[in-house]
């Protein structure tokens, strides 16, 4: 395990991730309204999102009176400290996207980009980029502050393992370019750092060939992505928002229930163009013959490769349409070694959580190798290790105002 040099820790101290910055002026203490679920716990409130550009953010970490302090918090539900500033990096001004094409393509974008916007103006160009989350609608220094974990990092690594190059504003207000090979130490411990070494404004991104479409199977070499989740009494939207039940027979998969049992599935994705689709039709047939699952529970489907990726935006329509996209998410991210998945897998889910889970459980593989262990990221030692996620979702019981 590597940790970042104290140096870092007393000069380079700020936090953004997905999406927000939190600065902490002690002259600032303001209050304001906010409808951010936050308001139920700690009833205080601060400025309102502050949109600046890349200068505006060096004018502000100059300032004599900036106190900086790095915080966890979840998403779009921002934590605002009393005394903040809280900066929406959508907003941060910059160059348009540009798609370099080549034997090693890339992209640059600003900190503040998408990455859905990314994934459209990458594939005008037939690429895309490697490594996702299953939620396309952050920003790209958001996931690269933490790591940016998916089905597709077993193979390529998490998104903090697919840059070539950051610019960044340090504790300090200077504005850097870094790599690995320029300014190393401050490239590695900006990715995964939790945005407490420099707040990540722009960053150059390795892309790849974009497949035409997607190949799932819910059930190296075999498939792109892997998935695994956790049915535990499967029911309500809430729990089954992230499940890619959309097979050929529709009907049937949405019927499908654990009847009280504890079910492990497997969603497995393999990408292709049009003109393979018969052998990797085989490819996939000869792959299920060899695992061991129930058959009836064996769905599959064939999607646009943008729209298996986007998935979760059209579970956020629907869950916003019912006022349930905008609550409390008290989610658990937990890295397992492999040596001891099936101890935590008898443990939580036989004797824990044997109800109703609130919300999807997912299961990455990620391997160590693919891991660069120079960042700020703390893994297991172990070669092969999970990213264990409860996504929950906890629904105020009565109006709080």
């Not at 502000?60 to 918090?73: G, R």
């Not at 910059?94 to 034997?103: A, D, K, L, M, R």
């Not at 504003?169 to 420099?198: A, M, P, R, Y």
């Not at 996620?389 to 109006?399: D, E, G, K, Q």
Request: net charge neutral; proline share 4%; glycine share 6%.
């Amino acid at each position: 395990m590597r940790y970042p040099p104290v140096y870092f820790l007393k000069q380079m101290n700020t936090f953004i991730i997905k999406g927000f910055m939190i600065l902490f002026p002690e002259i600032l203490a303001t209050d304001t309204s906010s409808s951010l679920w936050q308001y139920y716990i700690q009833k205080r409130f601060l400025t309102s999102p502050l949109q600046l550009s890349i200068f505006g953010i060096w004018v502000l970490i100059q300032s004599s009176q900036l106190q900086l302090e790095a915080m966890a918090t979840h998403s779009r539900a921002r934590h605002k400290p009393k005394g903040g500033v809280v900066i929406n990096m959508e907003s941060l001004e910059g160059p348009e996207i540009q798609v370099y094409t080549g034997s090693s393509p890339y992209v640059d974008v600003s900190g503040g980009e998408l990455w859905i916007n990314i994934l459209h103006e990458s594939l005008k160009y037939g690429l895309a980029p490697k490594s996702w989350t299953d939620y396309l609608h952050l920003t790209i220094g958001g996931t690269l502050s933490n790591a940016g974990i998916s089905g597709q990092a077993f193979r390529h690594g998490p998104q903090i393992s697919n840059v070539h190059q950051l610019e960044v504003v340090t504790g300090k207000g200077e504005v850097i370019n870094c790599s690995e090979k320029q300014n190393e130490d401050l490239f590695h411990s900006v990715l995964g750092g939790l945005g407490q070494f420099g707040i990540i404004t722009r960053a150059r991104i390795s892309l790849e060939a974009a497949p035409a479409r997607e190949h799932l199977i819910s059930s190296e070499n075999t498939f792109d992505y892997v998935e695994g989740f956790v049915i535990i009494n499967r029911t309500g939207l809430l729990n089954n928002w992230r499940s890619s039940f959309n097979s050929k027979d529709p009907v049937q998969a949405s019927q499908f229930k654990s009847d009280g049992r504890t079910l492990f599935c497997l969603e497995l994705a393999k990408y292709f163009n049009l003109d393979k689709t018969d052998l990797i039709n085989e490819e996939v047939e000869n792959f299920l013959s060899r695992l061991s699952y129930i058959r009836s529970t064996l769905f599959m489907s064939e999607v646009a490769y943008i729209d298996f990726l986007d998935r979760v935006h059209v579970s956020e329509i629907k869950l916003r349409s019912k006022d349930l996209w905008d609550v409390p998410h008290p989610w658990l991210n937990l890295l397992i070694p492999k040596s001891k998945i099936h101890t935590f897998a008898e443990e939580v889910f036989g004797s824990i959580l044997t109800a109703t889970s609130n919300g999807p459980i997912l299961i990455y593989p990620v391997n160590r190798s693919r891991w660069d262990n120079r960042t700020s990221v703390v893994i297991p030692e172990e070669h092969i290790f999970y990213l264990v996620a409860f996504l929950t979702s906890a629904v105020p019981l009565f109006n709080w105002n």
